[in-house]
């Protein structure tokens, strides 16, 4: 009987030892790796100068939409609450809609602009390179894809 606590305590200890190694290190992670893999400003050769000014950007597009952001939440969860109640108002429910909509076409304009502002730093050739890789389409597997889908290679039989 002691034997078996003894085991099963050893297999917990490595067990949390395991999980506390992956989350201290996430950068490591599989995740990470498919992220960079198919990103393709990581596959154009870009000077250090221009990594850094589309870092710059990046972070200000990110700073921009923020608060939109939030307020598409906001709403979100206030359209929540209206779908919750037995009697839902149409009007207050079509109305969050609209700001819902409303917002998201601010976030892709933001997007749109940052996009373009980031086709500015790069040279011909990386940006011939980069739409070559996906360039635009590239948002990451957690953002949503405005752009219409590439086509079809022809199959090689």
Same mark, same amino acid.
């Given at each position: 009987?002691?034997?078996?606590?003894?085991?099963?305590?050893?297999?917990?200890?490595?067990?949390?030892?395991?999980?506390?190694? *992956?989350?201290?290190?996430?950068?490591?992670?599989?995740?990470?790796?498919?992220?960079?893999?198919?990103?393709?400003?990581?596959?154009?050769?870009?000077?250090?100068?221009?990594?850094?000014?589309?870092?710059?950007?990046? @972070?200000?597009?990110?700073?921009?939409?923020?608060?939109?952001?939030?307020?598409?939440?906001?709403?979100?969860?206030? &359209? /929540?609450?209206?779908?919750?109640?037995?009697?839902? /108002? *149409?009007?207050?429910?079509?109305?969050?809609?609209?700001?819902?909509?409303?917002?998201?076409?601010? @976030? &892709?304009?933001?997007?749109?602009?940052?996009?373009?502002?980031?086709?500015?730093?790069?040279?011909?050739?990386?940006?011939?390179?980069?739409?070559?890789?996906? +360039? /635009?389409?590239?948002? +990451?597997? /957690?953002?949503?894809?405005?752009?219409?889908?590439?086509?079809?290679?022809?199959?090689?039989?």
């Amino acid at each position: 009987m002691r034997r078996k606590h003894l085991t099963i305590l050893l297999f917990t200890t490595i067990l949390l030892a395991a999980a506390t190694i *992956v989350i201290a290190n996430p950068g490591k992670g599989m995740r990470h790796q498919q992220r960079n893999e198919f990103n393709p400003l990581t596959q154009i050769d870009l000077s250090t100068e221009q990594a850094e000014k589309i870092r710059k950007l990046r @972070i200000a597009h990110e700073e921009s939409i923020a608060p939109i952001k939030l307020q598409e939440y906001q709403i979100k969860a206030e &359209l /929540d609450i209206f779908w919750l109640q037995l009697t839902p /108002d *149409v009007e207050k429910i079509k109305s969050a809609q609209k700001k819902i909509h409303d917002i998201r076409f601010q @976030i &892709l304009e933001k997007e749109t602009d940052f996009q373009l502002a980031m086709r500015k730093i790069l040279t011909k050739d990386q940006l011939s390179r980069f739409l070559a890789l996906g +360039g /635009d389409r590239y948002h +990451g597997p /957690d953002k949503f894809n405005h752009r219409p889908p590439r086509p079809q290679q022809p199959k090689m039989h």
